[in-house]
């Protein structure tokens, strides 16, 4: 089992800033990718980025450019660091994480972009 918790979410304005953190523990030798997801009301949940062990980063179009995913592995700590965001981007984020047989979720921080 892995366990995950996300942190760093909260309200920002148009064109703001935040840093979203996910700690993992537990069975985490056999994770090969984790990654950030977003569901915003109403519609269904959606990659955001994912980086595997080796270090290969896929972001979503939505991201590019603007989000940066980067991990402790000291800490065992994946980041999202969030630029330039949108009102289209307020959602509930959850951290992923993946092993060959199971996927793990995080219960999710909300990150609300308003003036």
């Known amino acids: 089992q892995v366990q995950l918790v996300e942190s760093g979410g909260g309200l920002v304005q148009p064109g703001g800033s935040l840093r979203l953190s996910c700690a993992a523990s537990?069975?985490?030798?056999?994770?090969?990718?984790m990654g950030w997801y977003r569901q915003a009301p109403g519609k269904q949940r959606e990659l955001v980025v994912t980086?595997?062990?080796?270090?290969?980063?896929n972001y979503a179009d939505s991201a590019k450019g603007r989000f940066t995913i980067s991990r402790d592995n000291a800490k065992n700590t994946v980041y999202l660091q969030m630029n330039s965001l949108k009102p289209e981007d307020t959602a509930v984020y959850y951290c992923?994480?993946?092993?060959?047989?199971?996927?793990?979720w995080g219960p999710g921080t909300q990150v609300t972009v308003s003036s």
């Open positions: 992923n994480a993946e092993t060959p047989q199971l996927q793990f």
């Open positions: 537990g069975s985490i030798f056999s994770v090969y990718r």
């Open positions: 980086i595997t062990s080796g270090g290969s980063i």
